[in-house]
């Protein structure tokens, strides 16, 4: 099953070529004294590196900082950078908040994370949702998830996605009260579960259901592919068999690829038997 994938946000915030590099010494006095506006514009400058050495760690500080004092900004940036640095499941929080408050990096990051179930609850309508709420927001790469993740919506998780997207605040523009004029972060890709292994393609299949229409072989196949990520590297297949339209997987290099991947599916509550080129 194709898989989408948060881009890292290492730099969200690029620096203007002409922006002066801070009064470091008045402003980190300042932060140290516990002024919050002085301790997020010390973290930024930590974070991109102007007037010193970029340090994701320093800057990781001065948002939480500012942040624990109730600046909603730091709290946005400290999200973002977390996740940026590889902390995704103590960003997600920060970044959900963000969401709350419109901002439609934070709905590109969470529409990823719902649709792969990586950090949360995989829940593709809300994923559809959240990710239409950053193309709306000028994310390019939400556009091409939509695309990604509409090739596995069924008619009813699109009915429901619009119904949730009528629930999201709308997204903040650059230059609105309270909005940081940050650029959005880089292209994201969409994705549900891990990569999944890759085999060596062939021309033996393995049947893995017989259903009652095509819409459910799919989701059957979703099903499957959440609890057997070897089916992720593989093509579906569904053939139509009177009443029924049975499910395949296509592109097993030989029978012994095939019984270990009827082996897994059995073990994962399914049923499967190989089927010779």
């Known amino acids: 099953m ?45 974070r991109v590196g102007r007037g010193v050495k970029a340090d994701s760690g320093m800057a990781i500080q001065w948002y939480r900082r500012a942040a624990d004092k109730g600046h909603a900004r ?5 999200g973002f950078t977390l996740f940026a640095s590889g ?17 439609a990096r934070a709905f590109y990051l969470l529409g990823t994370a719902h649709f792969n179930g990586d ?18 927001g000028g994310i390019a790469a939400a556009r091409k998830n939509l695309d990604v993740m509409g090739k596995y919506l069924l008619a009813g998780d699109r009915a ?8 999201l605040p709308p997204v903040r523009r650059p230059g609105a009260p309270g909005i940081a004029p940050n650029p959005p972060p880089p292209p994201v890709a969409p994705a549900p579960k ?22 459910a072989a799919r989701a059957g196949w979703r099903t499957l592919n959440a609890r057997v990520p070897r089916l992720g590297g593989l093509e579906q297949r569904m053939v139509p068999a009177g009443r029924v339209t049975r499910l395949q997987a296509v592109g097993l290099a030989s029978k012994a690829d095939a019984d270990a991947l009827c ?6 509550g399914g049923g499967c038997f190989p089927i010779a080129p």
């Open 74 to 78: 730091a709290g946005d940036e400290l």
């Open 160 to 167: 429901k996605a619009d119904q949730i997207l009528t629930t």
């Open 2 to 46: 194709q898989r989408v994938f948060a881009a890292m946000l290492l730099a969200m915030v690029a620096p203007a070529a002409a922006a002066p590099a801070p009064d470091l010494s008045t402003l980190r006095n300042l932060a140290q004294t516990g002024d919050a506006e002085a301790q997020y514009m010390l973290a930024e400058a930590y």
């Open 194 to 215: 891990p990569a999944a292994p890759t085999m060596a393609r062939g021309a033996w299949k393995a049947q893995i259901g017989a259903y009652g229409s095509p819409d």
């Open 87 to 103: 902390e995704r499941r103590e960003a997600i929080p920060f970044v959900e908040k963000a969401a709350a408050r419109g901002d």
């Open 119 to 136: 950090y949360v609850a995989r829940d593709w309508p809300l994923a559809y949702a959240q990710t239409s709420r950053a193309a709306e």
């Open 263 to 268: 082996r897994e599916i059995r073990r994962a």
